[in-house]
């Protein structure tokens, strides 16, 4: 079974690797997104490294997170790397999980804060460290910014769920 341990230094590489495949596709703002996101995530991961005592055990809650990461990283990737050999030209059409490359890149958005969050607590709890005051305004407009992306995404799919089923409707009626 791994370890968050030897977990984190396998997610960094993942986004690493995703981030240099990221780098040479268009320059378009959804691909922007994915690689600011990507390097706040790789940020992260290596300040988790960083904190993180030889077992790893204060950080337990953060296993899920980062598997997740490494996850989302490795399979987008391999979704990129396939496209690109098909020659897809529409990256924004690009699915992966489900999802979009804007809704992976909230989802990575939503790891790299939970990690950070607990990263904080645990460091400014047990005295290991303290932060800067800028460092905290910066990770607050982060989780700010993660819930209201949050937000948009719940009411998007909430306004796909509405359509889909007034459009269902409206075909029952007409037949």
């Not at 790397?81 to 804007?102: E, P």
């Not at 990575?108 to 607990?118: A, D, G, S």
């Not at 949050?150 to 459009?167: A, H, I, P, Y």
Request: hydrophobic fraction near 35%.
């Amino acid at each position: 079974m791994d370890t968050l341990k030897h977990l984190v230094p396998s997610a960094t590489q993942s986004c690493t690797s995703l981030l240099l495949t990221a780098s040479g596709l268009p320059n378009e703002r959804t691909i922007s997104d994915l690689q600011q996101q990507l390097q706040a995530l790789d940020t992260a991961l290596g300040f988790l490294q960083n904190n993180m005592s030889e077992t790893g055990d204060e950080f337990a809650a953060l296993f899920l997170p980062v598997k997740a990461c490494h996850s989302v990283c490795t399979d987008l990737n391999e979704e990129i790397k396939q496209a690109s050999s098909a020659g897809l030209q529409d990256w924004t059409s690009l699915k992966c999980r489900g999802a979009n490359i804007a809704g992976l890149t909230n989802k990575l958005k939503l790891y790299t804060t939970t990690i950070v969050i607990k990263t904080i607590a645990v460091g400014s709890s047990s005295g290991t460290f303290t932060l800067a005051p800028s460092f905290l305004h910066t990770y607050r407009d982060l989780i700010e910014e993660t819930q209201w992306g949050l937000l948009s995404d719940m009411k998007n799919t909430l306004d796909e769920f509405e359509q889909r089923e007034q459009d269902r409707a409206d075909g029952d009626i007409c037949s």
